[in-house]
């Protein structure tokens, strides 16, 4: 597609499921990055994939998250067990070049997770 | 410890007048890139502008500018001659370079920027 392509938009779920959150990067893109983004406030890394290198998983906040990436292409965040707190804004981004040069990220519009 | 310090939650300016977002950054590694992105209440991250550690020259993209102080680890963003479309939340942030490739981009808390008219 021409753009990073985030599904769903919104989600809403109660407290104690699980979520899957898609993210369809920009073709030919090797770098992929999921963030974390709560109300008014700043953008916080979750998890980093770059071409066939282990992933830079740093960013997680709880082992009740995880993310994968199949065929360096699409990636899926989920989040087990939901919390209130897991309430944000989730954004995935991908680059042209995760090693060397600027490797501009191109953001997605981000998928809204509600947990009641 | 804080990568990326902005230290004004919020900035008012007059439309037309030029305003300076300020951004210091932290870091031991010699090659390093500096991004400033803009998200309007739209929700939508607009990436504006990049500086490189051994870029020689101050980036400029239209409007923009970035006023980049090696020395004092500083990267403040330049708007010129505001509009009122440039109204919305301001991040500056920083991707250190290794021998294995780049790091995560890491973003700093923002600053909303309101123009006036």
């Known amino acids: 597609g021409a753009g990073v392509s985030q599904s769903p938009s919104n989600k809403v779920t109660e407290k104690g499921k699980d979520v899957e959150l898609r993210c369809d990067p920009i073709s030919g893109h090797t770098a992929l990055y999921w963030y974390r983004q709560s109300l008014g406030q700043g953008l916080e890394f979750l998890i980093y994939?770059?071409?066939?290198?282990?992933?830079?998983k740093s960013g997680l906040p709880s082992d009740r998250f995880s993310a994968e990436r199949t065929g360096g292409s699409v990636s899926t965040l989920t989040i087990q067990r939901t919390q209130q707190e897991d309430s944000a804004v989730y954004l995935c981004a991908s680059s042209h070049d995760g090693s060397g040069g600027t490797g501009e990220l191109f953001f997605g519009e981000g998928s809204r997770l509600t947990v009641l | 410890a804080q990568k990326i310090t902005q230290t004004q939650p919020g900035m008012f300016v007059q439309e037309k007048e030029a305003v300076t977002l300020d951004c210091t950054y932290d870091?031991?590694?010699?090659?390093?890139?500096l991004f400033w992105y803009k998200q309007p209440s739209s929700g939508e991250m607009i990436f504006l502008i990049y500086?490189?550690?051994?870029?020689?020259q101050n980036a400029t993209e239209g409007r923009y500018s970035l006023n980049f102080q090696k020395a004092r680890k500083s990267a403040n963003l330049v708007i010129s001659a505001s509009q009122l479309g440039d109204s919305a939340m301001y991040f500056c942030?920083?991707?250190?370079?290794?021998?294995?490739?780049?790091?995560?981009?890491?973003f700093g808390k923002g600053t909303r920027l309101s123009v006036i008219a």
């Open positions: 994939f770059q071409g066939n290198s282990a992933p830079d």
């Open positions: 500086q490189g550690s051994y870029d020689q």
């Open positions: 870091t031991s590694d010699p090659s390093y890139g």
């Open positions: 942030a920083m991707r250190e370079a290794s021998w294995a490739g780049n790091t995560p981009l890491v």
